[in-house]
């Protein structure tokens, strides 16, 4: 029987992992379920599947935790220090899915113990990728990517020479507003920007994906993880959703990963790793769906590929300052304080002001310097909201 920890358990990710595991009856124990302000969701969990400890991330919902846990023998926790001790317990599979840059300890925690880490927070290879291997590397622990992109490419690398690979190519659906008038995005809501015509996913990424923002964090993720150069790999749009990535050979073919968008693919490939095991997912008609489109994405209407690439060649903390002004300016269009095509802008200010001041590229990364600069980074991009985009 496998242990396994769900971190982020009840969002999408989380909930589609679980439902997982509870198809597969006595392969698996839960050790912990962290989670934030979905306390019902989060104590439900944990009864049922008999977690060791389940932590909310928000201190002042401690006390209705421990209420719903009431007489059962499970762990009520809260916050971050809470987290990072829920991480500390032995396990031997661990779901990344905490949304944000808050996710990076936790991973960090778990490579250290020498766990398999199934990474669905992308945040964590964009801040810190560097460190996030080295780590890795230095303990014998596995990371598996739970994003379907870096799934797919995952698996098309399997049994492949790196060395004979020219590109890699991600695809993106575009989003909620794929089709709409570039005159119009200015004036579009953040209720409309979470309806994704294809994935069910949360709000904020869901956002992220109408912004591209959450492609361009999908680009850096790629350099980090496989190592490839930045002029390797590109983004297609793909509408349907059903072609994940591909990977280009130097003999001029390609191998694609195919599947309905439903990201239990990718979830449980990590989870079953390195068996392939029957999942409860749509198998696909290709006569029925008869075409798949792809096009060159349009960088006036997606800025933040165009500034993803800026951040890979510059490396060192570029990501993690790009994360953070993206994290604040995605805050700052769902308070209404921004417009939808306000927040490329921000974040582009910020990374030039810091790479000016703060030595960006710098060749070492701690976690401390991280840490200092997506705080240097939110301060920074709050100003530029204040003095320069505010509505």
């Known amino acids: 029987m496998r242990r396994v920890s769900i971190f982020g358990s009840t969002g999408s990710i989380g909930q589609n992992t679980l439902d997982l595991i509870r198809r597969d009856p006595g392969a698996f124990k839960v050790v912990a379920l962290t989670g934030g302000?979905?306390?019902?969701?989060?104590?439900?969990?944990?009864?049922?599947?008999?977690?060791?400890?389940?932590?909310?991330?928000?201190?002042?919902?401690?006390?209705?935790?421990?209420?719903?846990?009431?007489?059962?023998?499970?762990?009520?926790?809260?916050?971050?220090?809470?987290?990072?001790?829920?991480?500390?317990?032995?396990?031997?599979w661990i779901m990344s899915a905490i949304i944000g840059a808050a996710g990076l300890e936790p991973g960090l925690r778990a490579l250290r113990h020498g766990s398999t880490l199934a990474l669905a927070n992308k945040e964590s290879l964009v801040t810190a990728g560097p460190l996030l291997m080295q780590t890795a590397a230095a303990h014998g622990a596995t990371i598996l990517p739970v994003d379907s992109e870096h799934s797919a490419v995952f698996q098309a690398l399997i049994g492949e020479d790196h060395g004979a690979v020219e590109q890699v190519i991600i695809t993106a659906s575009g989003g909620a507003f794929r089709n709409t008038p570039l005159d119009v995005l200015k004036?579009?809501?953040?209720?409309?920007?979470?309806?994704?015509?294809?994935?069910?996913?949360?709000?904020?990424?869901?956002?992220?994906?109408?912004?591209?923002?959450?492609?361009?964090?999908?680009?850096?993720?790629?350099?980090?993880?496989?190592?490839?150069?930045?002029?390797?790999?590109?983004?297609?749009?793909?509408?349907?959703?059903?072609?994940?990535?591909?990977?280009?050979?130097?003999?001029?073919?390609?191998?694609?990963?195919?599947?309905?968008?439903?990201?239990?693919?990718?979830?449980?490939?990590?989870?079953?790793?390195?068996?392939?095991?029957?999942?409860?997912?749509?198998?696909?008609?290709?006569?029925?769906?008869?075409?798949?489109?792809?096009?060159?994405?349009?960088?006036?209407?997606?800025?933040?590929?165009?500034?993803?690439?800026?951040?890979?060649?510059?490396?060192?903390?570029?990501?993690?300052?790009?994360?953070?002004?993206?994290?604040?300016?995605?805050?700052?269009?769902?308070?209404?304080?921004?417009?939808?095509?306000?927040?490329?802008?921000?974040?582009?200010?910020t990374i030039n002001q810091l790479s000016l001041n703060s030595g960006l590229s710098s060749a070492q990364i701690t976690l401390d310097m991280v840490r200092e600069m997506d705080h240097l980074a939110r301060i920074r991009a709050k100003e530029v909201i204040e003095t320069t985009h505010a509505a």
């Open 37 to 92: 302000a979905n306390i019902a969701q989060l104590a439900a969990d944990a009864r049922e599947f008999g977690a060791e400890v389940a932590v909310t991330a928000y201190p002042e919902h401690l006390r209705a935790l421990q209420e719903a846990l009431s007489g059962a023998p499970i762990v009520a926790a809260a916050g971050p220090d809470a987290i990072l001790e829920a991480a500390d317990r032995p396990a031997d």
């Open 187 to 349: 004036d579009v809501t953040p209720d409309q920007a979470m309806r994704h015509p294809n994935w069910s996913m949360g709000a904020r990424i869901t956002i992220d994906s109408a912004s591209m923002f959450n492609k361009a964090l999908e680009l850096i993720e790629t350099k980090e993880f496989f190592g490839f150069a930045p002029d390797q790999i590109s983004a297609v749009l793909h509408p349907e959703s059903i072609v994940h990535a591909l990977v280009g050979f130097s003999d001029g073919g390609f191998m694609a990963h195919l599947g309905a968008p439903d990201m239990r693919h990718a979830i449980g490939f990590a989870l079953h790793h390195p068996e392939r095991r029957a999942l409860p997912v749509q198998r696909m008609d290709l006569a029925k769906i008869g075409q798949l489109n792809f096009a060159t994405p349009d960088e006036t209407r997606w800025p933040a590929l165009r500034l993803a690439r800026e951040v890979m060649q510059i490396g060192g903390l570029a990501g993690a300052a790009f994360n953070a002004a993206k994290e604040r300016a995605l805050d700052a269009f769902i308070a209404k304080e921004i417009r939808f095509t306000d927040m490329a802008p921000v974040v582009e200010t």
